[in-house]
T-cell receptor, first 115, second 110 residues
Framework: SAVISQKPSRDICQRGTSLTIQCQVD?????MFWYRQQPGQSLTLIAT?????????ESGFVIDKFPISRPNLTFSTLTVSNMSPEDSSIYLC????????????FGPGTRLTVL | GESVGLHLPTLSVQEGDNSIINCAYS??????FIWYKQESGKGPQFIID?????DKRQGQRVTVLLNKTVKHLSLQIAATQPGDSAVYFC?????????FGSGTKLNVKP
């Protein structure tokens, strides 16, 4: 299994600013993922972050708004840029279990509130 | 994104009863299907998965049934316990990416 931590756990930000969320995995993983979960709703995949290549974004999400870094096999960041209240959500990082693509482990999430 | 954003339906069951949580999926090209449990303030936790070429899989106290004809997935929890209270999500896996479907809030009454 993999243990995933995220920082910050929560933040309150002003509109127009940007926030970078960090995700750390306790083992090396090939694929990492970023999700958004609005209160009381399901998870929406934002993008896939692979080490050594550009992140691939899902429909409706763009790099200018959600730039992602993946500098090594245990770490990734997601930036929420030029925030508006509509970006208020929980942002979750996940990774496949090492050696198994059947299971994704999730971080605890970052609860973002934009005023 | 491809997930469905819905206000979550709630299933209330008595402790000790069996629970059945249902999910409809959209894409017949999915490789396998997964059930996740999410407790308040935490990330989703893997429960069980099933490959698309199977129709049933059993785990400890849980059984997943897959009906590809009607694109329906269910999670059965035997002898439901208070610790099972959470939101349950189904997810489809395609090309190593997971797409989450609708969730159900399970409320276990003591």
């Amino acid at each position: 299994s993999a243990v995933i931590s995220q920082k910050p756990s929560r933040d309150i930000c002003q509109r127009g600013t940007s926030l970078t969320i960090q995700c750390q995995v306790d083992s090396q993983v090939t694929m990492m993922f970023w999700y958004r979960q609005q209160p009381g709703q399901s998870l929406t995949l934002i993008a896939t972050a692979n080490q050594g290549s550009e992140a691939t974004y899902e429909s409706g999400f763009v790099i200018d708004k959600f730039p992602i870094s993946r500098p090594n096999l245990t770490f990734s960041t997601l930036t929420v840029s030029n925030m508006s209240p509509e970006d208020s959500s929980i942002y979750l990082c996940s990774a496949h279990s090492p050696g198994s693509y059947n299971e994704q482990f999730f971080g605890p999430g970052t609860r973002l509130t934009v005023l | 994104g491809e997930s469905v954003g819905l206000h979550l339906p709630t299933l209330s069951v008595q402790e000790g009863d069996n629970s059945i949580i249902n999910c409809a999926y959209s894409n017949s090209a999915s490789d396998y299907f997964i059930w996740y449990k999410q407790e308040s303030g935490k990330g989703p936790q893997f429960i069980i998965d099933i490959r698309s070429n199977m129709d049933k899989r059993q785990g400890q106290r849980v059984t997943v049934l897959l009906n590809k004809t009607v694109k329906h997935l269910s999670l059965q929890i035997a002898a439901t316990q208070p610790g099972d209270s959470a939101v349950y999500f189904c997810a489809e896996a395609r090309i190593n990416k997971f797409y989450f479907g609708s969730g159900t809030k399970l409320n276990v009454k003591p």
